[in-house]
């Protein structure tokens, strides 16, 4: 089979490999589409980990079964599978209270060495991932193409889930890329007013199809100062960073009201991890600060519910498809920022 191997920095083979070999308790899953994350570009744009010489990339992942295990029953061929990359082990501290996005073990498809990912035109579905990993039916007319964002979708479900955004709250999602396009979608299905920071007109353009109630241009105008404007200066009741910018962290404890909410959903440069918020008003003003990583398994059926029910958007979060052959393209042109949403169909 045909496969996009990241060898180095901003470094793709596509090359032929061995197809992978049918798992007696798993299936093989022809890939159809699969999504470039902003964490596929931070490690293209940081090379591989030492050691590593070679990794077919991709998490956000749909496909059609074309062969099942002799121990499966519960799958067939034609099923259409979406997966998540994330693979617990059920047994650590985390795991055994339910808190798989904690797991002491995770496991990721597409980025631990020995767990292909979908830029490829199959992958092996082992049993492993059908028990411990993230794995669901694609719901009858939903496309593909569609049902492998529900990867990104799951953490943003769960970051609202976290803050239990509500009716009339005002959500400012820091960050415009296809997560802070998500944010704001689900802050508004939630009823929310959701308004969004951006950093350049291009990206205005590209958020505004998603109707946030206000878009903030942070290139122009004190993001901090704008959102007590639009709240009568009271302050918003949750700040989400959807953005690699410690700045935004600081700027998201002013922006928000006495006993409102931050949210750090967005990591750090890895060799700049620290962030300085303004101590007293965390404590004088009761502000929570929380982090949102990942999602537990039940957030990524949610989202392909949500997205077959029509309930968001979604299809407009798809700016760009390049075939398997392009992928040094779709990575470039995710890297740009001209668009949202890149997927490749393999
Ligand atoms: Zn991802
Ligand atoms: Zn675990």
Redesign the pocket.
């Known amino acids: 089979m045909k496969a996009a191997i990241q060898t180095g920095v901003r470094q793709f083979e596509v090359r032929e490999v061995p197809d992978p070999i049918l798992p007696d308790d798993g299936v093989i899953l022809r890939v159809t589409a699969c999504g470039v994350?902003g964490?596929d570009l931070r490690r293209w744009r940081e090379g591989l980990p030492p050691g590593v010489d070679g990794i077919i990339p991709g998490?956000?992942i749909a496909g059609e079964v074309i062969a099942v295990g002799g121990g499966v029953s519960h799958l067939a061929v034609g099923d259409r599978l979406a997966l998540a990359p994330d693979i617990h082990c059920g047994r650590c501290w985390y795991c055994q209270r339910g808190l798989f996005n904690l797991c002491d073990h995770t496991r990721l498809l597409g980025i631990t060495p020995g767990y292909p990912g979908g830029f490829a035109e199959k992958l092996a579905v082992t049993g492993e991932v059908l028990a411990n990993g993230i794995a669901h039916p694609i719901p009858a007319g939903l496309p593909d193409e569609i049902a492998a964002l529900a990867?990104?979708c799951s953490s943003v479900l769960a970051s609202h889930l976290k803050t239990n955004t509500s009716l009339n709250d005002v959500v400012v999602v820091i960050g415009a890329g296809p997560i802070g396009a998500l944010l704001v979608m689900i802050a508004k299905v939630r009823g929310a007013r959701a308004l969004i920071v951006v950093r350049s007109e291009r990206r205005r353009e590209l958020i505004a199809r998603f109707e946030p109630d206000a878009i903030i241009d942070s290139s122009r105008e004190d993001m901090v100062a704008r959102v007590r404007e639009l709240t009568h200066g009271l302050g918003a009741d949750i700040a989400i960073c959807a953005n690699p910018d410690a700045s935004t962290q600081a700027a998201a404890v002013q922006m928000v009201r006495k006993g409102g909410k931050v949210v750090l959903f967005g990591g750090l440069p890895k060799a700049n991890p620290t962030t300085t918020l303004d101590g007293n008003r965390i404590h004088y003003g009761e502000i929570e600060v929380l982090g949102a990583f990942s999602y537990h398994p039940t957030a990524h059926a949610m989202a392909l519910d949500l997205f077959a029910r029509g309930a968001i958007p979604i299809d407009r979060l798809i700016t760009h498809r390049f075939s398997l052959d392009e992928i040094d393209a779709a990575f470039a042109t995710a890297n740009s920022g001209e668009g949202l949403k890149v997927i490749v169909t393999p």
């Open positions: 994350c964490s998490h956000e990867e990104p």
